[in-house]
């Protein structure tokens, strides 16, 4: 079974800054996916960023940008120019690869709460 | 194009009660899941679906049943209500690219 680790509960960052949010999981897969979902305080999930497990490139998204390390099982996210917007919990997310028969789960960590600071 | 609806929005019910959150994708999705969200935590699989007739158990099924008559509709089955399946529900749905999509979730109260 796969297990996801956010070590982070809570942090804060001033308005424009730079912050990272932490995230390791635990598999013995070789191939699989690893996401991060933001949820707002009206408790919509939304898809933030997406790794594939077979990429090195790092996958980026406008101001959000992720270091993902396989051989530690490592997977954050870095939001740039942090925006007041960007409030909300952080999901870190780990999913095998699609398996006909058993869809493709997600495996979630516990969140980290982020405040943007004005 | 309304994406992963879920009804009701919000629900008290008394210890013992049944009921039964409605989850709706227009997408023509295959996969189709339930979670629940205790506070302060990540999502939890309940239930899950890979097609119209087919569902199988994700990590937390006690207490939950499913069905899935078509493909477009979940729905979740509570039958005796307990303190402990007070959470946030989210239904969400998914092809083949991976990416789920989730509907804006039932926050559920047992008392």
């Known amino acids: 079974a796969q297990t996801v680790t956010q070590s982070q509960p809570e942090m804060s960052v001033q308005e424009a800054e730079t912050v990272t949010l932490s995230c390791t999981y635990d598999t013995s897969e070789n191939n699989y996916y690893l996401f991060w979902y933001k949820q707002p305080p009206s408790r919509q999930m939304i898809l933030v960023i997406r790794?594939?497990?077979?990429?090195?490139q790092n996958a980026t998204e406008n101001r959000f940008s992720v270091n993902f390390q396989k051989a530690a099982k490592s997977f954050s996210l870095k939001i740039s120019d942090s925006q007041l917007g960007d409030t909300a919990m952080y999901f870190c997310a780990f999913m095998k690869p699609p398996d006909n028969n058993a869809g493709n789960m997600l495996t979630f960590g516990g969140g980290t709460r982020l405040m943007v600071k004005p | 194009n309304a994406g992963v609806t879920q009804t009701p929005k919000f629900r008290i019910l008394k210890i013992g009660q049944s009921m039964t959150l409605q989850c709706t994708q227009d997408?023509?999705?295959?996969?189709m899941y339930w979670y629940r969200q205790d506070p302060g935590m990540g999502l939890k699989l309940i239930y899950y679906s890979v097609g119209a007739g087919i569902t199988d158990k994700g990590e937390v099924p006690n207490g939950y049943n499913v069905s899935r008559s078509t493909t477009e509709d979940f729905p979740l089955r509570l039958e005796l209500a307990a303190p402990s399946q007070t959470s946030v529900y989210f239904c969400a749905s998914s092809y083949s690219n991976y990416e789920q999509y989730f509907g804006p979730g039932t926050r559920l109260t047992v008392t």
């Open positions: 790794q594939e497990a077979y990429k090195q």
């Open positions: 997408m023509n999705h295959n996969y």
